[in-house]
């Protein structure tokens, strides 16, 4: 498992961050195979390896994810595409920060949370450990 942990400043209002983040994961994260939801303040990412939150209070955004295997092995890029996105519900100058700051990668992170690049085998079935030596593949 890989935990991923950090803090944005924003000088939006909490209702301005929950509409723009809502925006910017659902444009990052279309479909269903990740969950988006809110509890609260709170926006959840949960499913294929991930268990995300995204908190939103005055003056800053907290993000924290857990990722499971194999989501955990492209941990730099999920890390990206989740800073990425949190900087631009922050605002501008959160963005512009966390562009400076952030490792690079050649795809979104947020696309490797979904899926993208992976063989649909490895994503919906039983890795063959799970499945008594061997995994059910279609």
């Known amino acids: 498992m890989s935990d991923i ?15 723009a983040l809502e925006t910017e994961i659902r444009s990052r994260l279309p479909g ?4 988006k939801f809110w ?3 709170v926006f959840r990412l949960v ?8 908190e939103v209070s005055d003056g800053e955004i907290r ?4 990722l499971k295997p194999p989501l955990s ?5 999920v890390e990206q595409g ?3 996105t949190v900087a631009a519900a922050a605002g501008p100058q959160a963005a512009a920060a966390a562009r400076s700051a952030e490792p690079s990668a050649p795809a979104s992170p947020l696309e490797a949370a979904a899926g993208e ?4 085998e490895e994503l919906d079935t039983p890795m063959a450990s799970e499945a008594g030596g061997q995994a059910d593949v279609p």
């Open 117 to 120: 690049g992976m063989p649909r």
């Open 63 to 66: 993000a924290h994810a857990t």
């Open 82 to 84: 989740l800073r990425e």
């Open 47 to 54: 499913g294929m390896g991930a268990d995300g939150r995204i």
């Open 32 to 35: 269903e195979r990740i969950k």
């Open 73 to 77: 092995l492209m941990k730099g890029r």
């Open 39 to 41: 509890e609260g303040d």
């Open 5 to 19: 942990e950090f803090r944005a400043v924003t000088t939006r209002s909490v209702a301005q961050v929950k509409s």
